[in-house]
DNA sequence: TGCCAGGCCGGGT
DNA sequence: ACCCGGCATGGC
């Protein structure tokens, strides 16, 4: 097996050249990001920018008037975004938390050490391992890479980790093993996406298209 | 028509 | 420490 930082640095260079450049995180400002993170959780993205659009229509994007809807009408606009009622009571605990921990302040909320401030998101209610990393990443340029559904189904179906290792260890696997690049982490993260609607959903078969087959040096996985 | 999508929580073993 | 059901809409 090749060294993991080649092999690394050669996915990347595959998918790169598979899909191109991804831009992620597609939003107007990061306190958007912060919504999309929530929002997206378990959900298409197509079904999030309908609540997205729905939020901007309402003239609710912004902090001090998200925060002050109730958890019906938040849940209302959102409800195409899926468990809508879930995940009105989930970006509330969130935006209570940015009021009162930082003077809904998003900026200085950014400036906390990212160990710090990742274990503070993690202590929300509704806030999971993933989305936290995401709002670190994305909307805060932290240094975190992103574990999903399809980064845990690509390395597993080559080989690279078992299919129950945990968020963790996954992370750990990229962050060990890649150069501390916000810009790489983003863009390697969505492009694994991209890979996964492609190849890697739970049902599709193994594929000889697959822009990573023979990652690793693995030849005949996916 | 059923399966799936950029998770997370709470209760039961 | 795991395992599982619940949460819900829209697209193919």
């Given amino acids: 097996m090749k060294d993991l930082r080649q092999a690394f640095t050669e996915l990347f260079r595959r998918l790169e050249a598979a899909y191109g450049p991804q831009n992620w995180w597609p939003a107007d400002s990061a306190f958007e990001i912060v919504v999309g993170a929530v929002l997206t959780q378990n959900a298409a993205w197509s079904n999030v920018e309908k609540a997205i659009a729905n939020l901007k229509a309402a003239g609710v994007m912004e902090l001090k ?31 209570e938390f940015i009021m009162e921990r930082y003077s809904g302040d998003l900026e200085k909320m950014f400036t906390q050490p990212t160990d710090v401030l990742r274990q503070q998101l993690l202590e929300v209610k509704g806030i999971g391992p993933e989305t936290a990393d995401s709002i670190l990443l994305y909307a805060g340029g932290h240094l975190v890479f992103v574990v999903d559904a399809y980064t ?66 693995t030849e005949g996985i996916s």
């Avoid at 899926?82 to 989930?90: E, F, T």
Wanted: glycine share 8%; net charge positive; aromatic share 6%.
């Fill in 65 to 95: 008037a998200m925060v002050g809807l109730g958890p019906e009408r938040l849940g209302q606009l959102v409800r195409p975004a899926g468990y809508y009622n879930l995940k009105a009571r989930r970006l509330l605990n969130l935006l």
């Fill in 152 to 217: 845990r189904r690509v390395l597993a179906r080559h080989g690279l980790i078992s299919p129950k290792a945990d968020y963790h260890e996954i992370q750990r696997l990229f962050m060990d093993n890649l150069p501390p690049d916000t810009d790489l982490y983003a863009e390697l993260h969505a492009l694994i996406v991209a890979l996964g609607k492609h190849h890697c959903r739970p049902r599709a078969p193994r594929c000889r298209q697959c822009p990573a087959r023979g990652w690793l040096g």
